[in-house]
């Protein structure tokens, strides 16, 4: 049940698949390879046919041209390579500074960068590799087939460059930004509810307190829990054993700290695989963390209402899209904070975030930082009315005291303002009522 490495091997599979999109060398080296591959079946389809063989839909000209044209696109492919590679470096640069460097991994997870970037390695080395083919004799007749193909794959990656800027300029646009992230967001936090089959939800109560025997499980290194697979943390386990999780998905975890509280105590060998079925990464991921999306999205609202940047165009887009993040996640089903399995084996997990806790992280600075710019706040007001409206039409009033709450404060930290104008405060007090437009018409 276990990988090399000391994990289980769906989270090692979810880690290395999460690793080879943040990747800007494994995605590119699987396109160079196949750029390598299709040179060494050009070549020998070459030979089989004879280079004096008509063959159609193929260029044909001397190897003196063909050498020269092999070696100029090679060369060609070279030097743009480090074109692209500057530009995606000045592009992740420009979004730390700009916006928060949590956002840099949305750029490096492009996957349309690290095709350009693969496709040019490609052409560059089948251009190499073709070049040997090409006979010596300048009136020579040149490979038909490898040559066509050096000059397909030449026009499909001066296409894809192009293609790239594009995609770069409208990339960096914050709203393009913001998006990402909050499409990522939303597709995490539609699977918190997906529980394993097989299991149920038992009361936490009953398992709240650990036994003066029960075995401490710390973790053996420092960093972000990732993942948590729960199957196998419970198949780690003897049946009737009681598994407690002392953290969570998307805390900070020191090596020596409590990471799980077993009762009864566990082997040597459960304990081993107990602790395997918890992920820990060097960076925080969203595999399982749908409120690192919250943080991201934060950070950006944040860095533009800074007093250095003063941008609050950026920071409402922020809380529009922070908004449709919240929509998905306020009505989906957090994960049950105890399971049980039919081998009575339970986990319980107390710390995981609630959703008033995330109501809280998504507009707790942004509301304490916003105070000053009016139109900013008038959008967090709408904002929080669209998501009361949207909880009770989707039949989830118990979370409309959270929202209440934050509108309150936001009205109050507004009217503690000394430079805040009557008439703008009158506006801001009216965008909580029902009765407002939802759309607003002063922009």
Not at 181 to 189: F, L, N, P, R, W
Request: aromatic letters at 4%; hydrophobic letters at 45%; a negative charge.
């Amino acid at each position: 049940m276990t990988g090399r490495g000391g994990v289980s091997w769906r989270l090692r599979l979810a880690a290395l698949r999460y690793r080879f999109e943040e990747s800007l060398f494994l995605y590119p080296a699987i396109i160079m390879l196949g750029g390598i591959v299709l040179a060494i079946i050009a070549t020998s389809v070459d030979h089989a046919l004879g280079y004096d063989t008509h063959v159609p839909f193929t260029l044909e000209m001397s190897s003196n041209a063909a050498t020269w044209l092999l070696a100029t696109v090679a060369g060609a492919m070279i030097t743009t390579v480090g074109v692209v590679f500057s530009l995606t470096v000045v592009s992740l640069q420009l979004a730390s500074s700009q916006f928060s460097p949590r956002v840099m991994r949305s750029f490096i997870r492009d996957r349309l960068s690290q095709r350009v970037i693969g496709l040019l390695v490609a052409t560059f080395f089948y251009c190499v590799l073709a070049l040997p083919s090409v006979s010596g004799e300048t009136t020579a007749p040149a490979p038909k087939v490898s040559l066509t193909l050096a000059v397909v794959l030449t026009l499909i990656t001066m296409i894809g460059i192009i293609v790239h800027l594009d995609h770069l300029a409208h990339g960096l646009q914050v709203g393009n930004v913001a998006r990402v992230i909050a499409d990522e967001g939303e597709k995490v936090a539609a699977a918190l509810d997906e529980v394993p089959s097989g299991m149920r939800e038992v009361d936490p109560g009953d398992f709240h307190d650990a036994p003066d025997d029960a075995a401490v499980i710390p973790a053996t290194r420092s960093g972000w829990i990732s993942q948590v697979d729960i199957r196998q943390l419970l198949a780690a386990a003897s049946p009737d054993t009681t598994v407690r999780m002392d953290t969570r998905v998307g805390a900070y975890i020191h090596a020596g700290e409590p990471l799980l509280t077993v009762w009864p105590r566990p082997s040597a060998a459960s304990r081993k695989g107990l602790a395997e079925s918890i992920g820990v990464s060097d960076m925080r991921t969203t595999l399982q963390d749908v409120d690192f999306s919250i943080r991201q999205l934060v950070d950006i609202g944040l860095r533009a209402l800074s007093p250095a940047v003063n941008d609050p165009t950026t920071a409402v887009e922020v809380i529009l899209r922070l908004g449709s993040l919240m929509r998905t996640l306020l009505i989906t089903p957090l994960p049950p904070p105890a399971l049980q399995d039919g081998s009575r084996r339970v986990l319980v997990q107390p710390w995981n975030l609630s959703h008033e806790e995330y109501i809280a992280h998504a507009f707790d600075q942004l509301r304490q930082t916003c105070l000053d710019q009016p139109d900013v706040a008038a959008t967090m007001l709408r904002g929080l009315r669209m998501l009361i409206t949207h909880l009770r039409d989707q039949g989830h009033p118990d979370l409309v005291p959270a929202l209440q709450r934050q509108m309150q404060l936001l009205l109050d930290g507004l009217e503690a303002q000394k430079d805040m104008h009557p008439e703008d405060l009158r506006h801001l007090r009216s965008l909580s009522s029902d009765h407002t437009d939802p759309a607003d018409h002063s922009r």
